[in-house]
């Protein structure tokens, strides 16, 4: 049995956060708190004039009693690899995951 690189949940197709969590269901507006990460949260690089981040993932704790996220910058090689899946798309998510609890980098 092959045992899964991350304990993330993808939201299925089509749903919002606020489908699966109802904690989230009415959130029209965010308040964004803290300083824009300057690296990679996958692959830890820094982002510069060629490396910018291209796509956020976000977290979303679901034992949440208000609605709080934790969006993650991403570069466009590691959204590339997040986008062709598999096991490529799950070292994006292990390698986020693991940023989150603090971990510090495999790759
Ligand atoms: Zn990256």
């Given at each position: 049995m092959n045992r899964p690189l991350h304990g993330l949940e993808e939201l299925p197709e089509g749903k919002t956060i606020g489908d699966v969590c109802?904690?989230?269901?009415?959130?029209v507006k965010e308040l964004r708190v803290g300083k824009r990460s300057t690296c990679c949260t996958a692959c830890r690089k820094p982002f510069n004039a060629i490396r910018k981040p291209r796509k956020e993932i976000r977290l979303y704790p679901l034992e949440a009693v208000v609605p709080v996220a934790f969006a993650y910058p991403v570069c466009g090689v590691c959204v590339a690899m997040y986008q062709r899946g598999g096991i490529e798309r799950e070292s994006v998510l292990a390698a986020v995951e693991s940023f989150h609890y603090g971990n510090k980098a495999s790759q």
């Amino acid at each position: 049995m092959n045992r899964p690189l991350h304990g993330l949940e993808e939201l299925p197709e089509g749903k919002t956060i606020g489908d699966v969590c109802p904690v989230f269901s009415n959130v029209v507006k965010e308040l964004r708190v803290g300083k824009r990460s300057t690296c990679c949260t996958a692959c830890r690089k820094p982002f510069n004039a060629i490396r910018k981040p291209r796509k956020e993932i976000r977290l979303y704790p679901l034992e949440a009693v208000v609605p709080v996220a934790f969006a993650y910058p991403v570069c466009g090689v590691c959204v590339a690899m997040y986008q062709r899946g598999g096991i490529e798309r799950e070292s994006v998510l292990a390698a986020v995951e693991s940023f989150h609890y603090g971990n510090k980098a495999s790759q």
